[in-house]
């Protein structure tokens, strides 16, 4: 079973592949630039999606985490992988995720993953909306 911490390293190489296709954070908002979609069955949920949509998925990595490829040329990348439940996240782009994740409790939503910082890789974090829907911040790079 994958935890949240130990899809960071493939989440981020796949974050960091999408980084910056969408445009800069700042410049006219925040992007979407990776989705996660989790289940007790991972690798069901790999061949469901690769066959239903003809995603090519790569699941060759130590966490069996699906670095997802469209093949569409537009559009972000994401991933699907084993969890503990049940979930589909998707994660913004912004410039501070800190002062993100301060203005988010302060509107009642909740930290579950506080900034996190992969070395040569990413800077992310997650949060809990009041819906407890779970989101992810993912840090712009530096132009």
């Known amino acids: 079973m994958i935890h949240v911490a130990e899809r960071v390293d493939a989440a981020a190489r796949c974050c960091r592949l999408t980084q910056g296709f969408a ?8 992007p979407v630039v990776h989705f996660e979609v989790i289940g007790k069955d991972g690798a069901g949920l790999q061949k469901f999606y690769g066959d239903l949509v003809d995603w090519s998925i790569d699941a060759n990595n130590p966490m069996n985490y699906g ?21 589909v996240a ?47 911040l993912v840090k712009s790079e530096a132009e």
């Open 90 to 136: 998707f994660y913004v782009e912004v410039d501070d995720p800190q002062a993100y994740l301060d203005r988010i409790e302060a509107a009642g939503g909740e930290t579950v993953v506080p900034v996190t910082v992969v070395p040569g890789m990413v800077t992310f974090a997650q949060f809990t909306d009041p819906e407890l829907n779970l989101v992810g």
């Open 67 to 87: 670095v997802v490829d469209t093949g569409a040329g537009n559009g972000i990348g994401g991933g699907v992988a084993q969890g503990e439940q049940a979930q």
């Open 23 to 30: 445009g800069k954070a700042g410049s006219t908002g925040n």
